[in-house]
């Protein structure tokens, strides 16, 4: 009997240390799987206060055209624009108030520079940073001295020029750009989006890209029915440069006479863009229509003093199929006129596809969904109006 209790008490002692032995392994396996679950509540937790911390410091990543990853505020407030035309982009899309200085080069109304004669007397009092132009640089003395948030830039048009000036001021610089087609490069469309990200003002930037592509779609589709072969031949000349030039100025691959399918004699060439030719080849070109840019025909008409016989010689001139457009490259590409003239070039030579046209009230409604307010009567006051041109006008 005593043997048989001491073999019952060490059953029992045996159980109950299995017991335990179990619930001491079994506590480590449940403390693992809320380990787990902590762990991964933790990195969830790590990760927003990453974001919250972001969002305080308050910084976000914008592409410029450069492909460059610029870090800029979260929401900037104060703006500068170096570069020729950059102002221009920059006042298609966000307000005039968050500038907080300019290029001396826009603080005074300019011939054929329609975003100058809207804005010129709105900026004059700010700051200058720069003396501006196309032969000059942008000054990062004068840049940090008026503390903007980010600075836009056409100037630079190699990374290692953009970066040497957000290092020299400590500002992120946004590089922009024309790109090298006329209203409708992917690098303008880029910049304009690029504006309205970084300044808050993305519906203004695309309503501006939907106004340049509405105008186009609506050209294009009143030249549909045109052949290419049949469309009469056509010279624009006389076109900025640079500057005011004569009638040897001229464009080829040109997007005013491209979309209008019109046969511009100057892509005989093979030139893309700006260049100049021979008058005497305009002479052998002899097309049926000339298109002389507003800014250079004081100096066609200077021209035609000292060489009359050639121009005569041109059946544009015997037939006074000669036409103003106004100067759309001066100070770098203005859209809204370079539009218009493509409505003017139209009406000239598709009368039947453009005869709802009415140019100045066109020119007008173009000029104001840009810039807010219709210009051409301003701009005429400096230039001839569209129409007949006469050249041996002294």
């Known amino acids: 009997m005593k043997r ?25 396996e449940e403390e693992t799987e809320t380990t787990a679950v902590e762990t991964e509540a ?81 900026v004059k009092d700010l700051p200058i940073i720069g003396a501006g132009g196309p032969r000059d640089t942008a000054d990062p003395e004068a840049i940090l001295a008026t503390s903007p948030d980010v600075i836009f830039d056409t100037y630079s ?18 590089v922009l750009s024309y790109g090298k087609v006329e209203l409708v490069d992917e690098d303008l469309h880029q910049s304009i989006r690029l504006i309205g990200d970084v300044t808050g003002e993305q519906e203004r930037a695309e309503e501006v890209i939907n106004i340049i592509n509405n105008y186009l779609d609506d050209i294009s589709q009143r030249v549909s029915d045109i052949d290419p072969a049949s469309s009469p031949t056509i010279y624009i000349g006389a076109m900025g440069n640079r500057g005011q030039q004569g009638i040897e100025s001229t464009r080829g ?9 019109a046969n511009n004699v100057s892509d005989e060439v093979g030139e893309k863009g700006g260049f100049f030719i021979d008058k005497e080849q305009l002479l052998e070109w002899d097309p049926e229509y000339i298109f002389v840019d507003a800014d250079g025909l004081p100096l066609v008409r200077e021209d035609y003093q000292n060489s009359p016989a050639l121009y005569d010689a041109l059946t544009a001139v015997q037939e006074g199929k000669v036409y103003s457009q106004l100067p759309f490259k001066l100070r770098h590409t203005n859209l809204e006129t370079a539009i218009a003239d493509i409505y003017n070039i139209g009406k000239v030579i598709y009368p039947d596809e453009f005869s709802d046209v009415e140019l100045d009230a066109k020119a007008d409604e173009i000029y104001e969904s840009f810039l807010g307010a219709p210009l051409y009567d301003r701009m005429i006051e400096d230039f001839a109006p569209f129409g007949t041109v006469d050249i041996t006008q002294e």
Do not use: W
């Open 42 to 122: 933790e990195a969830t937790v790590s990760e927003e206060t990453e974001a919250e911390t972001a969002e305080a410091e308050g910084t976000r990543v914008v592409v410029d055209v450069l492909g460059r990853e610029v870090e800029i505020p979260a929401k900037p407030e104060k703006f500068v624009n170096v570069g020729v035309g950059t102002l221009r982009l920059y006042t298609y899309v966000a307000p005039i108030e968050k500038l907080v200085g300019v290029e001396q080069t826009e603080v005074e109304e300019q011939r054929g520079v329609p975003y100058t004669l809207v804005n010129a007397e709105k």
């Open 157 to 174: 048009t190699e990374v290692e020029a953009a970066d040497e000036l957000q290092e020299k001021t400590g500002i992120p610089v946004v």
């Open 253 to 261: 691959n040109n997007i005013m006479t491209n979309i209008l399918k």
């Open 4 to 28: 048989f209790l001491t073999v019952l008490l060490t059953l029992a002692m045996f159980v109950s240390l299995s017991a335990c032995g179990s619930k001491e392994n079994a506590e480590p």
